[in-house]
């Protein structure tokens, strides 16, 4: 605390500067006071003013010059003496000095006047110098790791508001630098997940035109297994053709695919996918919308422009991994993409979705060489919880798997030429139709106890044989009546499969690649077949079984392949042959465009592909099949694509 004198001699110091700081143009251009006529003659100096303290009477000096000389300073005496010896670098002193030397401010005053100053200065160094030691302190603190309290320890800190003022801006400072490294609210930016998901898609327009061969047979002899098995059974007593295949009315339809996805990066090796895709029906080869024609949940509704259904395509999680120098491993949960290496469709459709779980693992053994293992386990049918649906007591469950594998390596024979081949085994369970129990169905809802065991989605190719087990009785007319039947795969399958494919690199940009593909059913029984079988038969289906347990296909394409354009000029050609008899692969998945879909043809197919863009392009294709066993069943198929991607 200061004390009252201090209080009054910098009230009093203050208000003196303030009024010299006024006077100070005036004292500098004063002239020097006007003195007596007498004193002029003397030449004697001026007089100072008086210097007596305040109180003190001051004494009138007279006119009359023998009077004032006993008042008057001595004119011999020493002059008012300035309180510096030199003048000094701050103005107030020299101004105060200024003051002394013109007899304004005595020396006590102007003592006065110079200690209070000094005091000021002294208290403002002080408040100056303990902000910085407590803007040090904090800093300090905030450099220190953080300190236990004790549990008994009480603190009250105060913090000047100057320092509360520079926290909170050193706060915001450091907020909107995170702000602007995170992208809280950038312009044009999105939160941090959204930047871990990235959506493709592509869409065609597709017209294709069948067209069948006059010498097909016509006759009843191509039955819809497909349409059986997805419908009500049929009464094969009946007088009725069961639905037939088209084989003598040539079709065009044009058609649409869209699909649309999302790839997802869950971090730490993990991601994800979703696709939707378009489709008629949700069949597992093809995601084509015929316009015009109604879907699978239209009921019957469909044309004049109605709409169109999405599908769940792909629906995946992924775990990705190098547990070695060269190696990774890649796991896969749902529903995804083929995994297996094929170079071409004789059995599996490029549109063929796989359920269940695989993996793949590979290894760079050293440069030029790779070796590549893959497999996995595969869901194809599971009973339904309430099957059969009209009976009080259900049947036991009838669930189909695949269990495959596959090894492969990948290797370079010079610097320029690439080969890949691979050997797989598939081993389908429960895939063949089963003789139900005897039992005798007295209309269509009565189910067999190996209904499951039929295909629900089929093209054509497949030996079919009938699955229920039907006892002649006095109510179906001794089996002349009421003959309400399904149909099953007459083979079994296991198959193994080799794929392989060349390429040549030396003519850059232009890739010239051999493909290869050899597939044979172990499980096929000719003789076996051959005492159910109810097509395939030679004779218009009268005669002995004439399917087989063989695919192959050769052919060469030239250019880039068309998922790898990325401008336009890109271009892609292509020849190749096939060899599919009818139990060597599954007829539900395989082609779905070569001669209609399925089995038991051979043929060969014609492709050209052009980009107009980086991300679109056009390709037409000619496909020539006929049937292998059976009745003569020839297909022409031209069509011709419009694709972009994004």
């Given at each position: 605390?200061?004390?009252?004198?201090?209080?009054?001699?910098?009230?009093?110091?203050?208000?003196?500067?303030?009024?010299?700081?006024?006077?100070?143009?005036?004292?500098?251009?004063?002239?020097?006071?006007?003195?007596?006529?007498?004193?002029?003659?003397?030449?004697?100096?001026?007089?100072?003013?008086?210097?007596?303290?305040?109180g003190a009477?001051?004494?009138?000096?007279?006119?009359?010059?023998?009077?004032?000389?006993?008042?008057?300073?001595?004119?011999?005496?020493?002059?008012?003496?300035?309180?510096?010896?030199?003048?000094?670098?701050?103005?107030?002193?020299?101004?105060?000095?200024?003051?002394?030397?013109?007899?304004?401010l005595?020396?006590?005053?102007?003592?006065?006047?110079?200690?209070?100053?000094?005091?000021?200065?002294?208290?403002?160094?002080?408040?100056?110098?303990?902000?910085?030691?407590?803007?040090?302190?904090?800093?300090?603190?905030?450099?220190?790791?953080?300190?236990?309290?004790?549990?008994?320890?009480?603190?009250?800190?105060?913090?000047?508001?100057s320092?509360?003022?520079?926290?909170?801006?050193?706060?915001?400072?450091?907020?909107?630098?995170?702000?602007?490294?995170?992208q809280?609210?950038?312009?044009?930016?999105?939160?941090?997940?959204?930047?871990?998901?990235?959506?493709?898609?592509?869409?065609?327009?597709?017209?294709?035109?069948?067209?069948?061969?006059?010498?097909?047979?016509?006759?009843?002899?191509?039955?819809?297994?497909?349409?059986?098995?997805?419908?009500?059974?049929f009464?094969?007593s009946?007088?009725?053709?069961?639905?037939?295949?088209?084989?003598?009315?040539?079709?065009?339809?044009?058609?649409?695919?869209t699909?649309?996805?999302?790839?997802?990066?869950?971090?730490?090796?993990?991601?994800?996918?979703?696709?939707?895709?378009?489709?008629?029906?949700?069949?597992?080869?093809?995601?084509?919308?015929?316009?015009?024609?109604?879907?699978?949940?239209?009921?019957?509704?469909?044309?004049?422009?109605?709409?169109?259904?999405?599908?769940?395509?792909r629906?995946?999680?992924?775990?990705?991994?190098?547990?070695?120098?060269?190696?990774?491993?890649?796991?896969?949960?749902?529903?995804?993409?083929?995994?297996?290496?094929?170079?071409?469709?004789?059995?599996?459709?490029?549109?063929?979705?796989?359920?269940?779980?695989?993996?793949?693992?590979?290894?760079?053994?050293?440069?030029?060489?790779?070796?590549?293992?893959?497999?996995?386990?595969?869901?194809?049918?599971?009973?339904?919880?309430?099957?059969?649906s009209?009976?009080?007591?259900?049947?036991?469950?009838?669930?189909?798997?695949?269990?495959?594998?596959?090894?492969?390596?990948?290797?370079?024979?010079?610097?320029?030429?690439?080969?890949?081949?691979?050997?797989?085994?598939?081993?389908?369970?429960?895939?063949?139709?089963?003789?139900?129990?005897?039992?005798?169905?007295?209309?269509?809802?009565?189910?067999?106890?190996?209904?499951?065991?039929r295909?629900?989605?089929?093209?054509?190719?497949?030996?079919?044989?009938?699955?229920?087990?039907?006892?002649?009785?006095a109510?179906?007319?001794f089996?002349?009546?009421?003959?309400?039947?399904?149909?099953?795969?007459?083979?079994?399958?296991?198959?193994?499969?080799?794929?392989?494919?060349?390429?040549?690199?030396?003519?850059?940009?232009?890739?010239?690649?051999?493909?290869?593909e050899?597939?044979?059913?172990?499980?096929?029984?000719?003789?076996?077949?051959?005492?159910?079988?109810?097509?395939?038969?030679?004779?218009?289906?009268?005669?002995?079984?004439?399917?087989?347990?063989?695919?192959?296909?050769?052919?060469?394409n030239?250019?880039?392949?068309?998922?790898?354009?990325?401008?336009?000029?890109?271009?892609?050609?292509?020849?190749?042959?096939?060899?599919?008899?009818?139990?060597?692969?599954?007829?539900?998945?395989?082609?779905?465009?070569?001669?209609?879909?399925?089995?038991?043809?051979?043929?060969?197919?014609?492709?050209?592909?052009?980009a107009?863009?980086?991300?679109?392009?056009?390709?037409?294709?000619?496909?020539s099949?006929?049937?292998?066993?059976?009745?003569?069943?020839?297909?022409?198929?031209?069509?011709?694509?419009?694709?972009?991607?994004?």
């Amino acid at each position: 605390m200061l004390k009252s004198s201090q209080v009054w001699r910098r009230q009093f110091a203050c208000f003196t500067a303030s009024l010299c700081a006024a006077m100070q143009p005036v004292l500098l251009h004063a002239a020097e006071p006007a003195l007596p006529g007498p004193l002029l003659a003397e030449n004697a100096p001026a007089a100072a003013p008086s210097t007596a303290e305040p109180g003190a009477v001051t004494q009138e000096i007279p006119l009359d010059p023998a009077q004032a000389s006993a008042v008057l300073p001595d004119p011999a005496g020493a002059a008012p003496q300035p309180i510096l010896a030199a003048p000094s670098q701050n103005v107030t002193l020299n101004l105060i000095n200024r003051l002394v030397q013109k007899g304004v401010l005595t020396h006590s005053e102007a003592a006065d006047l110079i200690k209070g100053a000094e005091e000021d200065a002294a208290f403002a160094k002080a408040q100056a110098q303990a902000l910085a030691d407590t803007q040090a302190a904090v800093a300090a603190q905030n450099a220190m790791p953080p300190v236990e309290p004790d549990a008994e320890e009480v603190r009250v800190t105060y913090i000047p508001e100057s320092v509360k003022a520079q926290i909170r801006d050193q706060l915001r400072t450091e907020v909107f630098a995170q702000a602007r490294a995170q992208q809280w609210a950038a312009p044009n930016s999105a939160p941090e997940w959204t930047q871990r998901i990235k959506i493709f898609g592509d869409i065609r327009m597709r017209h294709d035109n069948f067209m069948f061969a006059p010498g097909n047979d016509n006759t009843g002899v191509f039955p819809n297994f497909n349409a059986i098995n997805t419908g009500a059974p049929f009464d094969v007593s009946g007088t009725v053709f069961s639905p037939q295949l088209n084989v003598d009315q040539d079709r065009e339809r044009t058609r649409l695919r869209t699909r649309i996805g999302f790839d997802i990066d869950l971090e730490d090796g993990f991601t994800a996918g979703i696709r939707m895709a378009t489709g008629a029906n949700n069949s597992p080869i093809s995601t084509n919308q015929t316009l015009g024609s109604a879907s699978a949940g239209s009921g019957g509704q469909g044309g004049n422009f109605s709409k169109y259904e999405l599908w769940l395509d792909r629906a995946f999680i992924k775990y990705e991994a190098s547990f070695l120098d060269h190696a990774n491993v890649t796991m896969l949960l749902g529903r995804f993409d083929n995994p297996f290496m094929n170079s071409s469709q004789i059995m599996w459709d490029e549109d063929v979705g796989l359920d269940g779980i695989a993996f793949k693992v590979s290894n760079q053994w050293k440069p030029g060489f790779k070796a590549f293992l893959t497999g996995g386990a595969f869901p194809v049918f599971n009973s339904d919880l309430n099957f059969a649906s009209h009976n009080a007591a259900k049947f036991e469950s009838y669930n189909k798997y695949l269990f495959a594998a596959q090894f492969g390596v990948e290797f370079k024979i010079t610097e320029d030429i690439e080969a890949k081949m691979s050997l797989a085994y598939y081993d389908w369970k429960n895939i063949e139709g089963r003789l139900s129990d005897p039992f005798v169905p007295l209309d269509p809802t009565d189910a067999g106890n190996t209904d499951n065991s039929r295909p629900l989605f089929a093209q054509k190719g497949n030996t079919y044989r009938p699955i229920r087990n039907i006892t002649p009785t006095a109510l179906n007319g001794f089996g002349t009546t009421n003959q309400y039947q399904y149909f099953g795969l007459a083979s079994e399958f296991r198959q193994i499969a080799w794929a392989g494919r060349l390429d040549f690199n030396q003519f850059e940009p232009v890739q010239v690649s051999l493909l290869g593909e050899y597939i044979k059913n172990l499980a096929f029984d000719q003789s076996a077949i051959n005492a159910f079988a109810v097509n395939n038969r030679t004779g218009g289906g009268a005669g002995a079984f004439d399917g087989g347990d063989t695919a192959w296909y050769m052919g060469v394409n030239v250019g880039k392949a068309i998922t790898a354009f990325d401008k336009p000029g890109d271009w892609a050609l292509g020849i190749g042959y096939r060899h599919v008899e009818s139990d060597a692969v599954i007829d539900g998945l395989n082609d779905s465009v070569f001669g209609g879909g399925g089995t038991n043809m051979e043929g060969y197919t014609l492709n050209a592909a052009l980009a107009l863009s980086k991300r679109t392009w056009m390709r037409m294709a000619y496909m020539s099949a006929s049937q292998i066993a059976g009745p003569q069943l020839q297909t022409d198929v031209f069509l011709i694509d419009f694709s972009a991607k994004f």
